[in-house]
């Protein structure tokens, strides 16, 4: 049976960090995808919104992460010549009653370390955004926008370059725990691995189970997020990121307005709970939805301005029934120590991974030395 290193379940934008990170000290570092290609599920579904991290409750992985990940994004798209813009992005309060939660997040934003924010009023939002109607915003200068696609490919391509093996087409089918290492057989075959990475996102919690861990208590909930797309004639509407102010439940950043790298707009995403993990298309929000929850901030948008785009699932950790952020989980497995837990890795992840996989290296260092 083949002997690696490291094997990571999972080549989204966070799996192909790690082995980027891995490779660089370890040889056979593998990486298995369930898909044919990598990076189709969350790590390219998605805003390709580089977070500065604003939301995050002060001390959590995820503002740690974030904040630390916004500057080695900017970093790594820089070195690899990666499709990516600092456009900055306002966060509008739209009415004055809404002023104390916006000062509250600015405040939130300060204590997570996020530097270089101000808030503008109505004719400062103007000044940025022409058609944006509200009443004071935060101007956030560390915020920009990606490629997800070309950056998780760029993840890749330095880890291939370093030695690290992709294998798509490798839905892994059973894991054992044996002597202190753990075999995987997946439809690409068998290997033994002295450190196993669950960085398998939406079915991180099944990968947990199937290994028989307690960390399989921590249940995935799937919640799908839809866009719409501005017809080209109203991309001139925006012309950065614009951002209402988060939902009081934690369940969603809220709707918000993206110009992406090719000149389009985003409109979304939406946030609500589904059954099946793999339910990107059945019963879409209507598009009338999305132009009446944006009309709050562009008052002339209009339903036939719009065109339902794509949808992408988070992996959230908190059930339909409860409210609040869960953080992410990112720790070696008390009951098996040769395996390393990523759950709930979801937004601000494709901002996080470079950050995750740091701390997914110190982890794998005390397994591995």
């Given at each position: 049976?083949?002997?690696?290193?490291?094997?990571?379940?999972?080549?989204?934008?966070?799996g192909?960090?790690?082995?980027?990170a891995?490779?660089?000290?370890?040889?056979?570092?593998?990486?298995l995808e369930a898909?044919?290609?990598?990076?189709?599920?969350?790590?390219?579904?998605?805003?390709?919104?580089?977070?500065?991290g604003?939301?995050y409750?002060?001390?959590?992985?995820k503002a740690?992460?974030c904040?630390?990940g916004n500057?080695?994004?900017?970093?790594f798209?820089?070195?690899?010549?990666?499709?990516?813009r600092?456009?900055?992005k306002?966060?509008?309060?739209?009415t004055?009653?809404e002023?104390?939660?916006?000062t509250?997040?600015m405040?939130?934003a300060r204590?997570n370390?996020?530097?270089?924010?101000?808030?503008v009023d109505?004719?400062g939002?103007r000044?940025r955004?022409?058609?944006?109607?509200?009443?004071?915003?935060i101007?956030v200068?560390?915020?920009?926008i990606?490629?997800?696609?070309?950056l998780?490919k760029?993840?890749?391509?330095?880890?291939t370059?370093?030695g690290a093996?992709?294998v798509?087409h490798?839905?892994v089918e059973?894991?054992q725990?044996?002597?202190?290492?753990?075999?995987?057989?997946?439809?690409?075959?068998?290997?033994?691995?002295?450190?196993?990475?669950?960085a398998?996102?939406?079915?991180?919690d099944?990968?947990?189970a199937m290994l028989?861990?307690?960390?399989?208590?921590?249940?995935?909930y799937p919640?799908?997020g839809?866009?719409c797309?501005l017809?080209r004639?109203?991309?001139?509407?925006?012309?950065?990121?614009?951002?209402?102010?988060p939902?009081?439940d934690?369940?969603s950043?809220?709707v918000h307005?993206t110009?992406?790298?090719?000149?389009?707009?985003?409109l979304?995403?939406?946030?609500?709970?589904v059954?099946d993990?793999?339910?990107?298309e059945?019963?879409?929000?209507?598009i009338?939805?999305?132009?009446?929850?944006?009309?709050?901030?562009?008052?002339?948008?209009?339903?036939?301005d719009?065109?339902l785009?794509y949808?992408?699932?988070r992996?959230?950790?908190?059930?339909?029934?409860?409210?609040?952020i869960a953080?992410?989980?990112?720790?070696?497995?008390a009951?098996?120590?040769?395996?390393i837990q990523?759950m709930g890795?979801?937004?601000?992840?494709?901002t996080?991974?470079l950050a995750?996989?740091?701390?997914?290296?110190q982890?794998a260092t005390e397994?591995?030395n």
């Amino acid at each position: 049976m083949e002997q690696a290193n490291v094997v990571i379940i999972g080549a989204g934008v966070v799996g192909c960090a790690i082995a980027r990170a891995l490779s660089a000290r370890w040889e056979d570092v593998f990486v298995l995808e369930a898909m044919p290609k990598i990076g189709m599920g969350a790590s390219t579904r998605n805003s390709g919104v580089i977070h500065a991290g604003l939301y995050y409750p002060t001390g959590s992985l995820k503002a740690k992460h974030c904040v630390r990940g916004n500057i080695l994004t900017y970093e790594f798209c820089k070195a690899h010549n990666v499709p990516h813009r600092n456009t900055g992005k306002l966060i509008v309060a739209a009415t004055p009653a809404e002023g104390p939660k916006l000062t509250a997040l600015m405040e939130n934003a300060r204590k997570n370390g996020v530097e270089g924010l101000s808030i503008v009023d109505r004719a400062g939002i103007r000044a940025r955004e022409p058609h944006i109607e509200g009443d004071h915003a935060i101007v956030v200068p560390s915020t920009g926008i990606v490629s997800s696609e070309e950056l998780v490919k760029a993840y890749a391509r330095v880890a291939t370059d370093q030695g690290a093996h992709i294998v798509t087409h490798a839905k892994v089918e059973k894991l054992q725990h044996i002597g202190g290492k753990v075999r995987v057989s997946s439809a690409a075959g068998e290997i033994e691995a002295r450190c196993l990475i669950n960085a398998a996102g939406l079915f991180a919690d099944e990968v947990a189970a199937m290994l028989g861990s307690p960390m399989a208590k921590h249940k995935i909930y799937p919640v799908r997020g839809e866009y719409c797309e501005l017809v080209r004639a109203k991309a001139d509407l925006i012309r950065g990121l614009v951002y209402p102010l988060p939902h009081s439940d934690g369940l969603s950043l809220g709707v918000h307005l993206t110009k992406t790298l090719w000149g389009t707009v985003l409109l979304g995403p939406t946030a609500r709970y589904v059954a099946d993990k793999n339910d990107y298309e059945r019963d879409r929000e209507p598009i009338e939805d999305f132009a009446r929850d944006a009309k709050t901030m562009v008052p002339e948008l209009q339903a036939a301005d719009l065109v339902l785009g794509y949808s992408g699932i988070r992996a959230k950790l908190v059930p339909p029934t409860e409210h609040g952020i869960a953080d992410f989980i990112i720790q070696r497995d008390a009951d098996i120590p040769a395996v390393i837990q990523l759950m709930g890795i979801e937004s601000p992840g494709l901002t996080s991974a470079l950050a995750i996989a740091e701390q997914v290296f110190q982890i794998a260092t005390e397994i591995l030395n």
